[in-house]
């Protein structure tokens, strides 16, 4: 505490007299301090050149555009994506009883390798753990600064908080036949977050932190994003340890190949009437936008995934989890209670829950019976949904890093947020955040519940980053997910250890290998 104290002094003294400069990357970055001057934020820093023309489907390119000082005060523009996450968040407010209208339009553009940084301090020696966010979306949406990401609280808890801006959906995740194995062929999504893990790697410590001490933590289809850098060998000495939220059931049955991604791009050059053979160059001519929107138009359905291309992953990514990858790394995994709800139809019937069973489990009927004490067929369709995607096989991720000689602590986020109109949605996905970056939406009403809450989940991912382990003074003791007990903490009205929920659907699933997520 008292470091904290000392580094908040140092930096509001520094306030005063002065804009926020740092070095890095070859140049004098000039940030803004907020917070009344206990965090310095330094916005839109780019990583890498711009990924546009010959640099589309390649992996990102050092930044040749080096400027003698840069001001980086505001955030760069998504990248290329529909506003189906941004109406998410509209319905959502509205649906708590606020107004859409607190959330703005969103530019986006491709070009958009650009990382965000807080910090409580510009100490070089200060050594503070670092915590990268990876925004989630299905990896064809989301953004590196949606509002509950914001890193201007969570940095005045001793660390140094960055986000992350990466490729998505058809620029992030599409192969082609005419890419030569020389260089990467796929997966440059992946290319782009392991670019900003060697940026921060060498610059952090000019932003107080310790390039020595990374956790990556991320939701949905980010946090499967960081399951995946802790599976390859290109992220040693970069990605020491990672907290995943809400996700785990990618890749169980199938991992896409290289022939499924080239195949989608020769199906995009044939809807834009370019001609399939020799099709690369013609495509990376083709403006982002109406690239983007054809694309979404024919493969709207398509789940974005990591590939198995040969460079990062020689074997299917669950297939390296079970064997022993994950040895000696720490790890926090979890979901919510109600990860499905608010996304299930709200005339869904007993049919649907039924055919969902049937269609999922191996003994549809005995997995209808788990939850047919539900008064609500949706609640139903959501906890059948919830256990096959997130919860049961993250438990069997974090056994398997407990057998593999890690170790991993799991939770169970179960505190229903109420909308200022008093409904609620319960758990759902994403319902967390606001709880690890202090970032309450104002259309959710706050308890002392909920700060309560906040507090011990703040503390719990903090001294994980800081020591591998999320101990600490003032928070119920957590143990990792180990035999006998295998415990799980709750995370609600209550934080407490418990034994793992859903223990029938799980030792259902457990008899086959489940379908990925849709998150």
Known sequence: MLRLLFFASALLLAACEQTPRVQAGGEVLQGKYVEDGKVAAFLGIPFAEPPVGELRWRAPQPLAHIVAERKVTDFAPACMQSMRILDWYRWLAVKAGGSADYYADLDVSEDCLYLNAWTPTLDSDAKLPVMVWVHGGSNKSGWSYEPNYLGHELAQTDVVVVSVGYRQGVFGFLSHPELLPVEPVANFALWDLLAALQWIHANIEQFGGDPANVTMFGESAGAQNILALLATHKSVGLLHRGITQSTAGFGRTHMPTLADERSRAIGLAEALGVPPKNSLDALRAIPAAKLFAVYDREFADHYHAPALDGQLFDAPIWELLENDVLHGRELIIGSNDAEWYDSTAEDASWDDVAEYAASTYPDGEAALQVVRSESDPRRALDRLQTAADMLCPSLQVAA????????????????????????????????EYPYVFGTRDPYFAASDTDRTLQQAMQRYWVAFAATGSPGGDGVPDWPPYKAPDFPVQELGDSVLTKPAPEPELCALLDEQVAGPGND
């Open 400 to 431: 398997t890093v407990s057998a593999d000689g890690g170790a991993a602590w799991v939770y169970h986020f179960t505190r229903a947020p109420r909308g200022i109109n008093g409904e609620s949605l319960g758990a759902y996905h994403g319902a």
